[in-house]
């Protein structure tokens, strides 16, 4: 599977902002999607995460309650739907797949596409 996020830019805090992730090969539908971040000078981490078929999803705290990931298994997409954004928000935001079950930790996960920024201003 290869995998390419899109969507990221600059956007003031309070706003709104969607990333597509896109996705090569007839098996995406069978791999639980992740979202991550890597804020400068702090570790990757755990945004979000949905099951092969959508029916589970799961989101950081800091997260929870704005941001929103779906996926389009005809299309081979995946999407955060990023909502009352934060300066704290600021990140290169990357997917990932995994086949087996989904996880928040980053090393369960076999495939990571390339990172969007997302720089959300005060």
């Known amino acids: 599977v290869q995998l390419q996020a899109s969507g990221g830019g600059l956007v003031q805090a309070g706003g709104s902002l969607g990333l597509p992730c896109a996705a090569s090969?007839?098996?995406?539908?069978?791999?639980?999607m992740g979202w991550f971040r890597q804020a400068p000078g702090k570790e990757r981490e755990f945004v979000a995460r949905?099951?092969?078929?959508?029916?589970?999803?799961d989101y950081a705290d800091s997260v929870k309650g704005r941001f929103t990931v779906s996926r389009h298994n005809a299309k081979n997409t995946v999407y955060l739907q990023m909502n009352s954004l934060k300066p704290e928000d600021t990140a290169v935001y990357c997917c990932?797949?995994?086949?087996?079950?989904?996880?928040?930790?980053?090393?369960?996960?076999?495939?990571w596409g390339q990172g969007t920024l997302v720089t959300v201003s005060s």
């Open positions: 090969g007839r098996t995406f539908s069978s791999y639980d």
């Open positions: 990932a797949a995994t086949p087996g079950s989904g996880s928040r930790d980053q090393w369960l996960y076999d495939y």
């Open positions: 949905i099951s092969w078929s959508g029916g589970t999803t």
